[in-house]
Nanobody, 130 residues
Framework: QVELVESGGGSVQAGGSLKLSCAATKNNYDEHGRGCMSWFRQVAGKEYEGVAAASIGGTNRYTLVADSVKGRFDISRGNAESTIHLQMDSLKLEDTAMYYC??????????????????WGQGTQVNVSS
């Protein structure tokens, strides 16, 4: 069982920055050594929103950032295997949500959909205030 552990959430004023991190307890790769890790967020009572995704393992360096946060958020791979980060800049009040890390074996798709991901972290809360 792959466990994903998020960190880095907290409270920040609008316009500020936070960096989230997610580390997997073991690699979640397919038979070719490929995997995908992503970030989702959810506001209580609303649907999950895919924020960013990155292919891990192998030589693929594919990343995807949702249009809703493009230009403000960036996803990157950590130095440790199966680790990703989400750099969030110019935070807005509407970015307040629980942020979840998720993973699945195989390359990332050209979309970020909740149903594609089997492994989920417990989430880390981000609060943006005025």
């Amino acid at each position: 069982q792959v466990e994903l552990v998020e960190s880095g959430g907290g409270s920040v004023q609008a316009g500020g920055s936070l960096k989230l991190s997610c580390a997997a307890t073991k690699n979640n790769y397919d038979e070719h050594g490929r995997g995908c890790m992503s970030w989702f967020r959810q506001v209580a009572g609303k649907e999950y929103e895919g924020v960013a995704a990155a292919s891990i393992g192998g030589t693929n360096r594919y990343t995807l950032v949702a249009d809703s946060v493009k230009g403000r958020f960036d996803i990157s791979r950590g130095n440790a295997e199966s680790t990703i980060h989400l750099q969030m800049d110019s935070l807005k009040l509407e970015d307040t949500a629980m942020y979840y890390c998720a993973s699945h074996p195989g390359w990332c798709y050209k979309w970020i959909r909740r149903e594609d991901f089997q492994n989920w972290g417990q989430g880390t809360q981000v609060n943006v205030s005025s």
